[in-house]
């Protein structure tokens, strides 16, 4: 009921910039929290960056400052703007997004298919 479709993945040298996007469709009737998480091979996949309904963000301390996640609440996207990727970034990025459909109550969880993003010279 509720598709992410994810793009901007790649392959980038260190200490280039990467924008990843994530939009959702389906019925929705509203939308949550929105966020990213990466899981790098043979690591747990673990929160990168999130952002709520109401504006609020969270990063993982190994990307503040250099990561900046935003949305846009008409266009039910979510993006990433990766600056000063390191190789220890390289990572299969999965879109996660909350959200209620039409006919339920109640927020779920939603999950994209993953882009690769990889960070080597």
């Known amino acids: 009921q509720v598709q992410l479709v994810e793009s901007g993945g790649g392959l980038v040298q260190p200490g280039g910039s990467l924008r990843l996007s994530c939009v959702a469709s389906?019925?929705?009737?509203?939308?949550?929290?929105m966020g990213w998480y990466r899981q790098a091979p043979e690591k747990e996949c673990e929160l990168v960056a999130s952002i709520t309904s109401s504006g609020i963000t969270d990063y993982a301390d190994s990307v503040k400052g250099r990561f900046t996640i935003s949305r846009d609440v008409a266009k039910r996207t979510v993006s990433l703007q990766m600056n000063s990727l390191k190789p220890e970034d390289t990572a299969v990025y999965y879109c996660n997004v909350q959200a209620e459909v039409f006919g339920t109550n109640g927020f779920r969880e939603y999950w994209g298919r993953g882009t690769q993003v990889a960070v080597s010279s």
């Open positions: 389906g019925s929705i009737f509203r939308i949550g929290a």
